[in-house]
């Protein structure tokens, strides 16, 4: 049986819609991006940053792109809900997916900038596991370490820049849901994460992003270098069994 082919009793229908989606999101843009950007800057592996850094091939290809879908497509609905928003005010409140040079070889783009608060928010389509923790713990590393280089971009150039926030959407469930983290926007925190990247990107001209230390935990799943039960090498790394 092949890995699309339905159970059985199920129509056949869904594994040709199934194969048109995965098709779709295995071309689009963002599954081809291969240099660093300020969402992967601050993830606490340096085995993965390394590999982000060395342009290596994306070797997890089997994780459903669902979740990466949905979370697209809100963007999208999102965008233009704020758009609708900035016509009905007659001005430009909300900057919307700005694209943003943090330093000359990394840019990304914002979700949104509100200029009347001076915030810039990112928004976050999750699962409830990680709803519940941001809700709980705050953000991880990565996350704020993003966000917080949007803000450094756009502060550099030019925008007056108050607060960083994570507009937390349930991926399954209700508005009601929404969660909304925010701190006060950080040069140093930006400055730091671009220290400690330029260390890594030193530490991988000298050596195989494998030899980098790897910091393995459950997200492993979601890493595109993630091959498990094979030996860290220049092209992938078996998670949470990596030495
Ligand atoms: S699979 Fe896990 S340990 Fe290995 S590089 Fe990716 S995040 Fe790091």
């Given at each position: 049986m092949s890995l699309f082919s339905p159970p059985a009793g199920a129509d056949p229908l869904g594994s040709t819609i199934q194969g048109v989606v995965r098709a779709a999101s295995a071309g689009a843009p963002r599954s081809r991006q291969r240099r660093i950007g300020p969402s992967s800057a601050g993830h606490p592996c340096a085995r993965r940053v390394g590999y982000e850094l060395a342009g290596t091939e994306h070797v997890n290809a089997g994780s459903d792109p669902w979740p990466a879908i949905v979370g697209t497509a809100v963007h999208a609905w999102l965008a233009d809900a704020f758009a609708r928003h900035n016509r009905e005010l007659d001005r430009e409140r909300w900057l919307i997916e700005q694209r943003v040079a943090v330093t000359p070889t990394m840019s990304g783009t914002v979700d949104l900038f509100d200029t009347q608060t001076g915030t810039v928010i990112d928004h976050k389509v999750l699962g409830a596991d990680s709803l519940k923790s941001i809700k709980r713990d705050g953000p991880g590393d990565q996350y704020r370490t993003q966000i917080h280089l949007y803000a450094y971009g756009l502060a550099?150039?030019?925008?007056?820049?108050?607060?960083?926030?994570?507009?937390?959407?349930?991926?399954?469930?209700?508005?009601?849901?929404?969660?909304?983290?925010?701190?006060?926007?950080?040069?140093?925190?930006?400055?730091?994460?671009?220290?400690?990247?330029?260390?890594?990107?030193?530490?991988?001209?000298?050596?195989?992003?494998?030899?980098?230390?790897?910091?393995?935990?459950?997200?492993?799943?979601?890493?595109?270098?993630?091959?498990?039960?094979s030996t860290p090498d220049a092209t992938g790394c078996p998670g949470a069994s990596a030495p």
């Open positions: 550099r150039a030019g925008h007056e820049v108050r607060r960083v926030a994570l507009a937390c959407y349930p991926r399954s469930g209700w508005l009601d849901g929404l969660h909304v983290w925010s701190e006060p926007y950080d040069d140093a925190l930006a400055a730091d994460a671009l220290a400690r990247l330029a260390g890594v990107a030193e530490l991988s001209r000298l050596l195989d992003p494998a030899s980098l230390p790897a910091e393995p935990g459950p997200t492993c799943t979601w890493c595109p270098f993630w091959r498990p039960g």
